[in-house]
């Protein structure tokens, strides 16, 4: 109950924040200093060494669009979130985050990118100003935070702190840590959904399990029991459909929302990563690993109407995240290994082309930036080889 109080005060304090924010008004927050990268003992190896060579950035800008789509990496050996024009295919910037990071949200408004932390014993969510192009606060969660995800229409986002075994919901405008949901142990991906009030999925990599959350009573409904080390986790557009990303099992669960049972298993060829379920709810693309000697990485596509395996799309190297574009023309693939983003066309189901970013990218958002970062000069996308 006292949960329960304290969401629906911050519901209500956000509500007159965004009405604030259509007056105009805006919020500061002070910088907090950055610490020094240890690496986590939650966080998997990459499938082959990250390539230490930074890639070459121009200095040449132009005048800023607003509104412009936007790919958002967080680059975990890079210290750093590189900013990819989603129509141009160009890189536009990489921010210095302070830290190391390795998930990464941005708010509704597109003012600020979140990025969770990365030290040992850290527990902490940095938060960059897009604008200014520079880290703007530091915010203390649960220890050894791993995804983050945003609310869609409040100031609200969810964190994962895998050594805590619990879920925090932060005020984004007053960058607090407003309450707490003890989930499964080391919880990793998550996934939101506006239906039945509000609900946070949660893939807790220890227990085996996916967490089903009432965001709006910050409540534990229920665990769903599923493969071996679920790692990530996506929903279907209407809600109804989750799909659960299982690296020690290699599979992806296939979870009934409604009645929060598995009603399919699909085994993959390789660990999976990450995964996203496009935007009219037809297709989930898979980010695999190659765990097989000779193999190599690769994108499952999964029919979502049938529950099957429908194709696959080469990609090479470590994928770890993959998302959509808003209309689901494109899908964008983070490759730890290659430090970049390939493109893939979702109609042809091929590689367009690979976009250098920071180094070791291991998630990756979709979104329209109020005041993105300027194009830089000169940096084409390299084609795929035949």
Not at 29 to 52: C, E, T
Not at 105 to 112: E, F, K, L, Y
Not at 138 to 167: K, L
Request: hydrophobic share 45%; proline share 7%; with cysteine.
């Amino acid at each position: 109950m006292h949960a329960l109080a304290r969401t629906r005060s911050l519901l209500a304090y956000v509500a007159v924040v965004v009405v604030s924010a259509a007056l105009g008004l805006a919020c500061s927050a002070g910088s907090g200093p950055p610490r020094q990268f240890q690496p986590s003992s939650l966080a998997p190896p990459l499938a082959s060494p990250v390539s230490q060579e930074t890639p070459t950035v121009a200095s040449a800008r132009a005048t800023p669009v607003a509104g412009a789509a936007q790919v958002v990496t967080a680059n975990l050996q890079g210290r750093s979130l590189s900013i990819v024009n989603a129509e141009t295919l160009r890189l536009q910037d990489t921010i210095d985050s302070g830290t190391s990071v390795r998930g990464v949200a941005i708010t509704p408004d597109g003012r600020h990118a979140w990025l969770t932390a990365v030290n040992a014993g850290g527990s902490s969510v940095v938060v960059v100003d897009l604008a200014a192009r520079q880290r703007a606060a530091e915010v203390t969660v649960g220890a050894q935070p791993w995804s983050i995800v945003m609310h869609p229409s409040a100031a609200i986002a969810f964190v994962s702190n895998g050594g805590s075994a619990t879920v925090s919901v932060v005020d984004t405008t007053r960058r607090v840590e407003a309450a707490t949901v003890k989930v499964g142990r080391e919880p990793r991906g998550l996934a939101f959904t506006s239906r039945r009030g509000g609900v946070l999925y949660v893939a807790n990599y220890a227990d085996n399990s996916v967490s089903v959350v009432d965001t709006m009573a910050s409540q534990l409904v229920v665990s769903v029991p599923v493969g071996q080390g679920p790692v990530a986790v996506a929903v279907s557009p209407d809600g109804e459909m989750v799909y659960v990303a299982n690296a020690g099992s290699q599979s992806v669960s296939v979870i009934d929302a409604t009645r929060n049972v598995v009603t399919e298993t699909l085994k993959l060829n390789g660990s999976p990563a990450g995964l996203a379920a496009s935007p009219d709810g037809g297709q989930v693309y898979v980010a695999v690993q190659a765990t097989a000697p000779g193999g190599t990485g690769h994108v499952v596509v999964i029919d979502a109407a049938r529950d099957q395996i429908a194709g696959h799309v080469v990609t090479g190297g470590a994928p770890t995240a993959v998302v959509f574009n808003a209309d689901g023309t494109r899908a964008f693939v983070t490759n730890a290994a290659a430090n970049s983003v390939a493109v893939v066309d979702v109609g042809m189901r091929n590689v367009i082309g690979t976009i250098e970013v920071g180094l070791g990218p291991t998630a990756v958002v979709f979104a329209r930036t109020a005041t993105p970062p300027a194009p830089v000069a000169n940096l084409p996308v390299s084609p795929t080889p035949p």
